[in-house]
């Protein structure tokens, strides 16, 4: 089993900043991949960036590609996610993500085994 731990969202105007943390407990490993999703209101829940155990191979979706960065702290168990110029539109849910069977991490969200509780992200002025 693994546990995650989503912190770190909040309301806040177009233009802010805000970082989400992602918490790994159990038995997660520092060669897994991980992810963080989002879901608005109404809406399916999306990929917005992915990063392979070890740190390397970051990838976003096109709509936080150039304003989001996603890294990890691998001694700590972490995953964070630096968003940066949010939009009203990056409203949603974040999820944060864990694939136990995999190093390189997936767009889709089948192969994620855990998922986090959420975290509220509202960008309103």
């Known amino acids: 089993q693994v546990q995650l731990e989503e912190s770190g969202g909040g309301s806040v105007q177009p233009g802010a900043s805000l970082r989400l943390s992602c918490t790994a407990s159990g038995r997660a490993s520092s060669w897994d991949a991980m992810a963080w999703f989002r879901q608005a209101l109404g809406k399916e829940r999306v990929f917005v960036a992915g990063?392979?155990?070890?740190?390397?191979?970051?990838v976003y979706a096109d709509t936080v590609m150039g304003r989001f960065s996603i890294s990890r702290d691998n001694a700590k168990n972490v995953v964070y996610l630096q968003m940066d110029s949010l939009k009203p539109e990056d409203t949603a849910v974040y999820y944060c993500a864990i694939d136990v069977h995999s190093r390189v991490p997936e767009r889709t969200r089948l192969p994620y085994d855990y998922w986090g509780q959420g975290t509220q992200v509202t960008v309103s002025s």
């Open positions: 990063i392979a155990g070890g740190g390397d191979r970051p």
